[in-house]
Each structure stands twice: as C-alpha cells, then as structure tokens.
C-alpha cells in the first residue's frame, strides 16, 4: 500500500481535517494537502510525529505491515 493512501486513511478515519493534520506538522493544508496528492515528500520527523499522533508504527504507516 501507497503511504500516502494510509496516510489520508488514517485522517479520514480520525475525522480529522488537512488542516488540523498539517498543523500538527507545522504545515498548511496545501502544504499538507501536497504531501497526500504525491506532490511533496514527507520528512522523516514529520513521519514520526505522524505515527506518534495515531499511535502506529512507521511500518504501518508507510505500508510495510498491516499491523499498528
């Protein structure tokens, strides 16, 4: 699976916003937005905020495990 595709699964089914996700990273929504369009890479701190903030692992999130 895509990270990206896991990445706007895990928002969506956190019923939350780009907005409030992109800020959590210091991000805007468009800036957010990129990132899950394929137009801007996630930075590697990001992605451990990320997977700190819906408590899963960097495997799961980038799609390497199906596990949490």
Same mark, same amino acid.
């Given at each position: =699976?895509?990270?990206?595709?896991? =990445?706007?699964? @895990?928002? &969506? /089914?956190?019923? #939350?916003?780009?907005? &409030?996700?992109?800020? #959590?990273?210091?991000?805007?929504q468009? %800036?957010?937005?990129? !990132? &899950?369009? %394929?137009?801007?890479? #996630?930075? !590697? /701190? /990001? #992605? !451990?905020? @990320?997977?700190? +903030?819906?408590?899963?692992?960097?495997?799961? +999130?980038? %799609? =390497?495990? /199906?596990?949490?």
């Amino acid at each position: =699976m895509n990270y990206r595709i896991r =990445m706007r699964n @895990l928002r &969506e /089914d956190s019923d #939350l916003t780009q907005k &409030e996700v992109g800020s #959590l990273i210091n991000k805007s929504q468009q %800036g957010y937005s990129h !990132i &899950e369009d %394929g137009r801007a890479e #996630l930075k !590697i /701190d /990001d #992605l !451990i905020t @990320l997977c700190r +903030f819906y408590k899963v692992s960097a495997d799961y +999130f980038i %799609g =390497m495990s /199906d596990q949490k």
